[in-house]
């Protein structure tokens, strides 16, 4: 049984989903695209990295072969194939509950591509409870592009930021110290109550500090407000186990089935905190790990160079977690939805994601293209002897 790790690198799709053409998102490639800029030469960075994409951890394990890239290469050392989504939403709670064994069947609400994008009963309510004197921004935005817009007059009016995007969501940006963190979490709490009857999926908080649009930069402080997933996940079904959540994981889950939070501000942390909760965990236990920084630093920023950088520098450090592995415990590397930093636009994109399972006693074997991700919380329900989830098929 030992213990289970999940890592998931946030949009760090594989391929177009078979339903890609839906979302208009046919041909995007997050791994593909990045693999052949790279190639390429588009990805070079004056003294940072160059060339090839370097990734022989992640390529061992079969990640190039799980994309259908890996003609010629050795076989595999992990259990490996992809998955694609059967959720209606490319977004992250959508992504990370179904890894987690519970699909999302119904339609989120959305906020029309209008401006203003927010009804505006909604806005007055979330103004009359927090005592606001109004607010900026009311349409779809770049959440970067957005503060260096409007950060200045957000400064000087006191008024917050509010936009949205392709997701279920509502963001709301203010500056961490003028206008407060508690401020802007309580602001995100309210406007969480108001848009429950609206079906959105998440209020996310976003404060900045910096003095200009020039100096102006997000931090690590941002908090989701999701609501709870619609049936019992892996986290609650792990009874009598301690549940390890690393990164924005307890968020996504509105905190339910969770033990233990580590946070950590960038990729780089969190793979510290993770190899921290490997380290408390237990026989039993689950350790849950989101790496962000490749979707919000690196996707939705359109950064190709970038995005190559981030799995270059979570590759190397796959060694490191599998020296601390335990006989008996299962990792699995995979992803929420995709974020081609080369398609157009700034929004997901809908993709299929890799499964990559490995651990010292696990012997590897292809597993195709699986037609859930939740046979991943079906596989790790099984591997800790936990009661079954309601959805996916085991392929361990
Ligand atoms: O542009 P930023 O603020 O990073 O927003 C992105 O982050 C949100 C949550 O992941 C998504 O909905 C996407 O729009
Ligand atoms: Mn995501
Ligand atoms: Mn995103």
Redesign the pocket.
Known sequence: MARAIILVL?SFGIGAAPDAEAFGDEGSDTFGHILEACRAGHADVSGGRRGELAIPNLQRLGLHAAAGRGEGARRPEAVWGSAREISRGK??PSGHWEIAGVPVPFEWGYFPRTVPTFPPELIRQIIDDTGLSGILGDRH??????IRELGEESLSSGRPIF?????S?L?I?AHETAFGLDRLYDVCAAARRHVDPLNIG?V?A?PFVGESAETFT?TANRR?YSVPPPEQTLLDLAVGRSVHAVGKIADIFAHRGISRIWKGDGNMALFDRTLDAMNEAADGDLVFANFVDF??EYG??RDVAGYAAALEAFDRRLPELQAVMKPGDVAIVTADHGCDPTFAG???TREIVPVLAFGPSLEPKPIGRRESFADIGASVAVHLGLDPTRHGRSFL
């Open positions: 946030d977004d992250t935005a770049s959440g970067t592009e957005i936009y949205t995007s392709s997701d969501v963001q940006a998440r996310i976003r997000r989701d979707d919000s939705h920023r700034t929004d997901h």
